[in-house]
């Protein structure tokens, strides 16, 4: 263990038990059956993972010897001979830290355990702070976390808005004026804990695919700072060449011009379905129209701009679920009705005969759940 204020424990930073092959792989396949099936004896593990109860038995020991594994007590179901014990995942005995920038307005920040559930909320309200600014409350919010935190933190995951690499390196997000930021290292270097950065639509439809009513052939919308989605396709998530596969804010809708972007267009997505873009319409009621109508007329006009992109995306990769997240001020069930309507009338329905557009189940904290999810991927090996 390792300490970086006070009494605050922390975790040794290990390599990711990710190899396809060999030790590493083994103590992650026992991680993963104790994860998704809960309390299990050492022989249940061996006829679960087809390795012998002595290979289980020495995976076992060292993962107990990483923390990563407690003992809970025998067994209660009555079998011939001695009653087994039962070991599982330290669900309660290590933490995790998620970051979630995706907000216009405030940055968040959580202690979670294993199971994704959030234990302490740390937030900071932003002024649209861009670059090195942007960083520095970043990095400021990540440590206030850290001294919530009351077990072992085994590492910190972030999302963000922008194009991410598969390294973490924050290739470029307009509305924080970053380009080639590397996040990961800063906040790493910082607290020397293991640190994951991602898309925040692509840690976004992890957590929903995980602890939410996700399927294996899903895309979840982010309406927050911008506009992106994430997707699975056969339960693998399509990342693409360059690793840019959700970015739909600044694909221009349509041939009416349309509002500026942040980006120097006019008529890109986000110019019309970014939290930002909604909430300063909504301001501009026009005189002899209720606030009622305007705002029917401005979620429409939202939702009807999002489906013309989305459309032929459900066409093309055969989409069974979309899912989509947001402040529930805004992404309601008006907003749903009009984006089904659009959808519909884009594409074949007859070809998606189980096609389902809802809303996501826990909104506000779907980020920060994919930023865990993606940090017991990388550290445990638990996918």
Request: with cysteine; charged share 20%.
């Amino acid at each position: 263990m390792t300490s970086t204020s006070g009494t605050r424990r922390t975790m040794t930073r290990r390599t990711a038990s990710l190899p396809s092959h060999g030790r590493e792989h083994n103590l992650a396949l026992v991680l993963q059956h104790l994860y998704a099936q809960g309390p299990m004896s050492r022989a249940d593990l061996s006829r679960a993972s087809g390795l012998t109860r002595v290979t289980i038995s020495d995976l076992v020991t060292e993962l107990m010897s990483r923390g990563h594994v407690i003992e809970l007590g025998t067994s209660n179901a009555s079998r011939p001979g001695k009653p087994s014990i039962l070991v599982d995942i330290n669900r309660k005995g290590l933490q995790i830290i998620g970051v979630d920038l995706a907000d216009s307005a405030v940055m968040r920040a959580a202690v979670m355990d294993l199971d994704g559930k959030v234990l302490t909320r740390v937030e900071l309200e932003t002024n649209d702070e861009k670059g090195d600014a942007a960083t520095a409350q970043v990095i400021d919010l990540t440590g206030q976390a850290i001294a919530a935190a009351t077990e072992p933190i085994i590492g910190i995951g972030v999302g963000t808005p922008g194009i991410v690499n598969s390294e973490g390196l924050i290739l470029t997000a307009p509305n924080f004026g970053w380009t080639d930021v590397d996040l990961r290292g800063e906040i790493s270097e910082r607290y020397q804990l293991p640190t994951h950065v991602l898309n925040d639509a692509d840690g976004a439809v992890m957590g929903e695919h995980t602890f939410g009513n996700g399927s294996a052939h899903m895309m979840l919308v982010k309406l927050g700072r911008g506009v992106g989605c994430g997707t699975l396709v056969n339960g693998t998530q399509v990342r693409g060449a360059n690793a840019a596969s959700g970015e739909l804010g600044h694909v221009i809708v349509g041939t009416d011009q349309g509002p500026l972007c942040i980006c120097g267009k006019h008529g890109c997505l986000e110019s019309w379905v970014s939290v930002p873009s909604i909430r300063r319409a909504l301001t501009e009621q026009p005189d002899g129209v209720s606030a009622e109508e305007h705002r029917a007329t401005i979620m429409h006009q939202a939702a009807e701009r999002l489906g013309i992109v989305l459309a032929p995306i459900v066409s093309v990769l055969d989409i069974q679920d979309l899912v989509i997240a947001g402040p529930a001020q805004y992404v309601d069930a008006q907003l749903l009705a009009a984006l089904q309507d659009t959808i519909t009338a884009r594409t074949n329905a007859s070809q998606r005969p189980n096609f389902t557009v809802q809303l996501s189940e826990n909104p506000d904290d779907i980020v920060l759940r994919g930023a865990a999810v993606n940090v017991l991927f990388n550290e445990l090996g638990v996918a």
